[in-house]
């Protein structure tokens, strides 16, 4: 079985949020059975686990946004490449047809 980045991105993805989650949901508990100053401080808790869990999703979406924009550039000058030297390359009619539909593909998933 492999796996791709993005199938270990997804995975951490979900770890972080599945820690955040459990972090609030122990807050919860505290809260629910605590009293006074203990409530105070599972709700303090709560509120860093929310934020913990909104920053690590922020730092998440940056990162993958950034490998999207560079997997676009790298896309788009394979494509162009390819459109330069199509005509020069000695391939039959078919496999030039399926060539250039792939390329097309490429574009057009941008």
């Given at each position: 079985m492999s796996f791709t980045i993005g199938d270990v991105l997804t995975a951490l993805g979900y770890a972080g949020v599945g820690a955040g989650i459990g972090s609030?949901?122990?807050a919860l508990v505290s809260t629910r059975a605590g009293k006074g100053e203990s409530?105070?401080?599972?709700?303090?808790?709560i509120s860093e686990a929310a934020a913990g869990l909104a920053e690590k999703q922020v730092e998440i979406i940056d990162r993958i946004t950034s490998q999207n924009e560079k997997m676009r550039q790298a896309i788009?000058?394979?494509?162009d490449v390819l459109d330069e030297l199509l005509p020069?390359?000695?391939?039959t009619k078919a496999d030039?047809?399926?060539l250039?539909?792939?390329?097309n593909a490429a574009k057009s998933a941008l």
């Open positions: 609030i949901g122990a409530r105070a401080h599972a709700a303090a808790l788009l000058l394979l494509s020069q390359l000695p391939l030039l047809e399926k250039k539909k792939a390329n």
